[in-house]
């Protein structure tokens, strides 16, 4: 009798966990990309021959996650980590937190989505979709001028405010109208003894229609990314707050694709004001894409500086494709640079 109604006991908690495993399920994904190659930014002392990480894409790997809550309802959470490849160390440069791509649980439904923790800011979307070269961190002139800044003594800063994601925030993304999806965004700024709840806000959307595509983002930034920490500008440092805005747009012709893309950012303690204007297109040729881009940051009494890349994506498969990109920077009043670089990018 006690073996008979363990043996039933056993069943129907199997069927349980089976049933449970129907409803949910969780995804291990990833990418990993790197290269070989010779850099030279602008105002760099000389040139740099590297085997480098996320020529095309940041390397990244995680975990993510859903739930049938039934009704239409689900959760969902994500948990992924940049990597740099070449070296085997987490994040994409130093003290960036493990999970810096993302790290939020949330629900979705006929609603649209709501995710709790940390991920992208309102400029992430709108400017990889809308330049050629996606979120090239290396070679993509566009995400270069707003994201990645010079250390090697010209004073070059990024354009964007508070980097490409955001921790602590609510981020609500829409159900799609007509092509049309937005998505809003909050991050609390949790500054103890502030008195004037400092915070992110910001927006975006991205619409598209056949070959058409148009987008935008605005954000008004008082604190500063990965890690919580007022943004501080002047001598001596005082409280900022800095907004930064872009539109943008793509039409695909099939015989190539084109992209437009203009954007401002001001900070209101230094009056410091970035326009920043990129081109770019990419066509068909073979099993692959030929890419170009330029682009060009004009700095309130402060430098220009231009970048221009070209390059060649090969897909050996939809998961693997092989690259090859040639780019020149210059910034006035220093010397150029010229890069180039050949990698393998692979996603699983």
């Given amino acids: 009798m006690k073996t008979s109604l363990l043996a039933l006991c056993t069943t ?4 349980g966990t089976s049933g449970a495993h129907a409803q949910s399920h969780v995804k291990l994904a990833g990418l990993v990309d790197a290269y070989a190659g010779s850099m030279r930014m ?20 995680g975990f993510s996650g859903s739930e049938d ?3 239409g309802l689900k959760a969902n959470f994500l948990l992924t980590s940049f990597q740099r490849v070449d070296t085997g160390t987490p994040g994409r440069f130093a003290n960036d937190p493990f999970f810096s791509r993302d790290a939020s649980v949330g629900l979705s439904g006929g609603f649209g ?4 923790g940390r991920g992208m800011a309102p400029n992430f979307l709108p400017t990889i979709m809308f330049n050629p070269f996606g979120d090239s961190f290396t070679f993509s002139p566009l995400v270069l001028l707003k994201n990645v800044g010079l250390f090697n ?32 965004h909050y991050q609390f700024g949790e500054q103890t003894g502030t008195n004037d709840n400092r915070r992110n806000v910001g927006l975006n959307a991205i619409w598209t229609s056949g070959p058409f595509g148009l987008t935008g983002y605005y954000e008004r930034d008082q604190i500063a990314n990965p890690v919580n920490g007022l943004l501080t500008a002047g001598t001596p440092p005082r409280p900022d707050t800095r907004k930064d ?4 747009g793509s039409y695909d012709a099939g015989v190539a694709k084109g ?11 230094t009056q410091r004001e970035a326009k920043t204007t990129s081109v770019g297109a990419s066509a068909p040729i073979g099993a692959g894409k030929l890419l170009a881009s330029i682009a060009r940051a004009d700095i309130t009494a402060g430098p220009a500086r231009t970048i221009a890349t070209v390059g060649y994506d090969y897909f050996l498969s939809k998961r693997t494709d092989l690259y090859a990109n040639l780019m020149r920077d210059r910034l006035t ?5 010229n890069s180039f670089g050949i990698g393998v990018r692979h996603r699983f």
């Avoid at 602008?42 to 790997?61: C, E, I, K, P, Q």
């Avoid at 994601?165 to 049309?180: A, C, D, E, R, V």
């Avoid at 992209?259 to 001001?266: D, H, N, P, Q, V």
């Fill in 12 to 15: 129907l908690a199997c069927l």
């Fill in 333 to 337: 009043g220093f010397r150029s640079g």
């Fill in 153 to 184: 003594g010209t004073g070059w800063t990024t354009t964007t405010p508070a980097d490409t994601g955001w921790s602590n925030q609510i981020t609500y993304t829409s159900p799609k109208f007509g092509g049309l999806v937005a998505n809003l």
């Fill in 113 to 116: 989505s709501m995710l709790l």
């Fill in 245 to 248: 805005w872009m539109l943008g």
């Fill in 69 to 71: 809550l039934g009704g």
């Fill in 259 to 269: 992209f437009l893309t203009y954007g401002e950012s001001k900070s209101e303690v």
């Fill in 42 to 61: 602008a105002g760099d002392a000389g040139r740099t021959n590297v085997l480098g990480s996320g020529g095309m894409t940041t390397s990244w790997f």
